[in-house]
C-alpha cells in the first residue's frame, strides 16, 4: 500500500517562508499528478499547487501564484512545496495528493477527479 507523508508545517510570521515535503512510497507510477491542498475549518478545501511528474508541468492557485513554488526530487521521490511571502491567510492544513488517472501535465490541476492517495496533512500557522 503507497503512502504519502507531509513534513516541514510549522508557525512562522507573516511575510516568513516555508518549504513543506511530501514523501512518497509504494507507488510505483512513472507519472503522477502531485497536488498540494489546503484547508481551514469550516471552510472548502482549496487546491493550490500541482506538478505532474514525467514533464514537470506546474498548476498554481491564482492565491498563491508568485509565491509558492511546486517542485520534485524524482530521486527521492519527494514533491516540495516553497511558500515564500506568507500572509496570515495561508495557515490551514495542508495536504499532499497523488492522482494516476491524468495523463498530461494540461490535466493535473487540484480540482475536477478526486485525487486516489493522500497524506495525513501538515499546520501551517502564520501570525500578523
Known amino acids: 500500500q503507497g503512502q504519502l507523508v507531509e513534513s516541514g508545517g510549522g508557525s512562522v510570521q507573516a511575510g516568513g517562508s516555508l518549504t513543506l515535503s511530501c514523501a512518497v512510497s509504494?507507488?510505483?507510477?512513472?507519472?503522477?499528478?502531485m497536488a498540494w491542498f489546503r484547508q481551514v475549518p469550516g471552510k472548502e478545501r482549496e487546491g493550490v499547487a500541482a506538478i505532474f511528474t514525467r514533464d514537470k508541468f506546474t498548476y498554481y492557485a491564482d492565491s498563491v501564484k508568485g509565491r509558492f513554488t511546486v517542485s520534485q526530487d524524482s530521486a527521492k521521490n519527494t514533491v516540495y512545496l516553497q511558500m515564500n511571502s506568507l500572509k496570515p491567510e495561508d495557515t490551514a492544513m495542508y495536504y499532499c495528493a497523488a492522482d494516476f488517472s491524468r495523463t498530461e501535465g494540461a490535466l493535473c490541476e487540484p480540482r475536477g477527479p478526486p485525487f486516489g492517495a493522500w497524506g495525513q496533512g501538515t499546520q501551517v500557522t502564520v501570525s500578523s
Open positions: 509504494g507507488y510505483t507510477y512513472s507519472s503522477k499528478c
